[in-house]
């Protein structure tokens, strides 16, 4: 997998290629559906695919202060890409001059010219530059004009609602696991460096490793059954809790799973953490006693749910 910037021009070798146009945040569905279109266009008249997304994402560019709400990283979606069969990712860099740039411009300067783009193909709702001035009717009509072919695809629907990012955002916040598993057609997984922390969990039996949320969205606080996926390959079957450890003060916001039967040191490392089950909401314990109670009946609950 290549991985290009939007500020150069690509390379001849990459050019003529089919581009999955969005800004694919959570790659779910409905988002995998337009790339498995672009490739197979791609696959069909032996060019290269590309997909491409957007960073920072624009509601962060336009709106600083928002809560986080990212779904996945840039090496997330990479691989993501990957799996899905494209031959390159194209990162935009959403800034003032993008933000800038004309719908008519983004076809013919950076579509057509910087990227050598044969076709592109979008969800039927996207639009592009400046003040959302483009659409997929005049991708249809302009871009034609000016050699550019386009397809659009239309919306992927889950038991009647539009699957989108927001939906899976949604059902995240309300610790909906099912849901958002079914949506993104893979549990929702958090990648992030293990960092050194109180260390109060090893004192108890319960070494965890720590996590720091940092862009992504906050799903539900609580207790989660989940999966760690090693640098290495290895699967790990763990708890974790998500939030802010009440029991504990200061509050400080993590996410900190548990590994069954595994005492390494994983400090430093990057690794992802797929939630697979909600178990039950963040509580405060009134003593360490109480919290090793329940944390026992959490972990044989987790190891159920994981078999």
Known sequence: MT??????R????????????GNFDG???GHQQV????????????????IATFDPHPVRFFKPDVPPFRLTTLDQRERL???????????FDFNAELAGTTAEDFIDTLLIDRFGAAGVVTGEDFTFGKARGGSVAMLADYGTAQGLKSRAVGAVADSGAIISSSLVRDALREGDCAAVTKLLTRPFTIQGTVQHG???????????????????????YGIYAVT???????VLKGAANLGIRPTFDPPKELLEPYFFDFDEDLYGQEIEVALHHFLRPEAKFDDMDALVTQMNADCARAKELLT
Do not use: C, Q
């Not at 991985?3 to 150069?8: D, E, I, M, N």
């Open 81 to 91: 890409f990957t799996e899905a069969g494209a031959d390159a990712m194209l990162v």
């Open 35 to 50: 790339a498995a279109e672009a490739i197979r266009w791609a696959r069909s008249e032996g060019r290269v695919a590309i």
């Open 27 to 29: 790659f779910h569905a």
């Open 228 to 234: 760690g996926h090693l640098p290495d390959g290895r």
């Open 198 to 220: 109180d260390k109060r969990g090893r004192t108890i039996g319960y070494p965890t490793a720590n996590i720091d949320m940092d862009a992504y969205l906050r799903p539900r």
């Open 3 to 8: 991985r290009l910037g939007s500020g150069a």
């Open 10 to 21: 690509i390379s001849d070798a990459l050019r003529g290629g089919i581009i999955a146009l």
